[in-house]
């Protein structure tokens, strides 16, 4: 039966840029970027990183903006409608959104607890050598010394505003957190460069070093600007069937990508720094989660008034990986308010039963049934190598194949020639989304499967 209920969309660019971009800026800013710009020659990663973004970046969001907008449909329909030979596709593209919001709400839960132990005081007993690992795996004593409630209360704050609409609730939220955000991040970045000997790590990390540019440093920074931008998560497809008929595409592409970027850069500059001046490993950063709920700890707690900017870096945290969950959890409902013409309240309620079932089994998967281990990960790792490193990059590469031979190029470009402004890349598109962009994701591909394998790690 169809719904009656009205689609919904934004009420105008700002809330769709702050709302994209907030789905854009997630944790993978906040430690992946700055690992990998420390790991991979500091200045060098960044100015390969940044031509990336004008490049690559860009004309894979507005490939996604515009495939949303001229469809009108979540990922699962708008990409069936461009090849409805293969619905698999559509399965596919969904799939990654709803495997990766559940485990995405149990980090979300983790980086709540950090910043709850900060706010009342208790934030050195985080810096303790293997308090994250007791945590997660449910070694310490106490109801909240558990990450299952606090995976329930992230999961509750993102499935509220979500449930509440695009605009009453994504957008409006958006509107509040993204500038909070971006302030916190400025303030503490301005706190750390007040820090006496803070030079040389800056020195490291703005200068580029041309000795350093290697065939890692490019790999780590094209698959960080494709996870970091969403690309394939769905959410830019769904976010571009909610805007209006006469908003740039290109432009709010370029607004979301440079966003993005700013905060991933604004990230290392808090980071990267603090780390080289503070930190006693002498190996280098540690990567994924170590950095986030490990390595920062140990640094505020070596550094003038750490209690205080770790209140800010968690809460700062916090809001990101909200602004991430709450898009991804879209992307799902979207799928199936328009396939299936439920109404917003039926689909969250469906898609809040998944992200409790297989949140509880990443949750449970570091501790209690840490023994089970499809193909020898944890569950909360396994969701994320098989969206991340496969699933996506097989979507994305799907999409080019589907715009660059099947519907041709032309498909796109009438759309962001549509609301009446210039395609300035235009010549260039056809170019990038036929034969540049598949190389790069290619690439992605057996970069991530031989990494997840443990053959080949950036």
């Not at 980086?111 to 293997?130: I, M, N």
């Not at 996870?227 to 740039?248: F, P, T």
């Not at 799907?398 to 890349?425: A, M, Q």
Request: aromatic share 12%.
């Amino acid at each position: 039966m169809k719904s009656n209920e009205k689609r919904g969309g934004f009420s105008g660019r700002m809330g769709f840029i702050l709302a994209t971009a907030g789905a854009a800026v997630g944790l993978g800013n906040l430690w992946r970027f700055p690992y990998l710009a420390e790991q991979y020659g500091g200045g060098i990663f960044l100015l390969v990183y940044l031509i990336l973004v004008v490049t690559f970046g860009v004309v894979m969001l507005i490939t996604e903006l515009a495939i949303g907008r001229r469809t009108g449909k979540s990922c699962f329909d708008a990409l069936m409608d461009l090849c409805d030979k293969y619905p698999v596709i559509g399965w596919i593209a969904m799939l990654v959104p709803a495997i990766i919001v559940p485990y995405y709400c149990v980090v979300g839960g983790w980086v709540t607890k950090y910043f709850a132990d900060y706010a009342v005081g208790t934030g050195s007993d985080l810096a303790g050598q293997g308090f994250f690992g007791d945590f997660t795996s449910m070694g310490l004593d106490g109801l909240f010394d558990n990450p299952l409630p606090w995976f329930l209360i992230y999961a509750f704050m993102t499935i509220v505003v979500v449930t509440l609409g695009v605009e009453k609730g994504i957008e409006r939220l958006s509107k509040i957190l993204m500038p909070v955000l971006f302030v916190l991040l400025a303030a503490i970045c301005i706190y750390m460069l007040t820090i006496p000997g803070i030079s040389d790590g800056l020195s490291y990390y703005l200068v580029p070093d041309f000795d350093k540019l290697s065939f890692s440093t490019v790999a780590g920074a094209v698959s960080q600007l494709f996870y970091s931008l969403s690309i394939a998560m769905g959410i830019s497809i769904a976010y571009g069937s909610y805007m209006r008929k006469q908003d740039n595409i290109e432009k709010s592409a370029y607004t979301v990508a440079l966003t993005d970027t700013c905060v991933a850069f604004l990230s290392g500059l808090m980071i990267v720094p603090a780390f080289v001046l503070f930190s006693e490993s002498s190996t280098g950063m540690t990567s994924g989660f170590g950095l986030l709920f490990t390595t920062m700890p140990q640094v505020f707690d070596a550094m003038p008034g750490g209690e205080v900017v770790g209140i800010a870096f968690f809460l700062l945290a916090m809001f990101a990986a909200l602004t991430s969950s709450m898009a991804l959890m879209e992307a799902v409902v979207a799928v199936l308010k328009d396939h299936w013409h439920m109404t917003r309240l039926r689909a969250c309620i469906i898609v809040s039963a998944v992200i409790l079932g297989l949140g509880m089994l990443a949750c449970l998967g570091e501790g209690p049934l840490s023994f089970i281990e499809p193909i020898g990960m944890t569950f909360l790792a396994f969701f994320d190598f098989i969206t991340n490193s496969v699933m996506m990059p097989i979507v994305a590469l799907i999409t080019c194949i589907l715009i660059g031979y099947v519907v041709k190029p032309l498909f796109v470009i009438d759309e962001v020639e549509s609301s009446g402004h210039e395609f300035r890349i235009k010549t260039i598109y056809p170019y990038m989304i036929r034969y540049v962009c598949p190389i790069i994701l290619v690439t992605i591909l057996v970069v991530g499967i031989l990494g997840g394998l443990g053959i080949y790690t950036i």
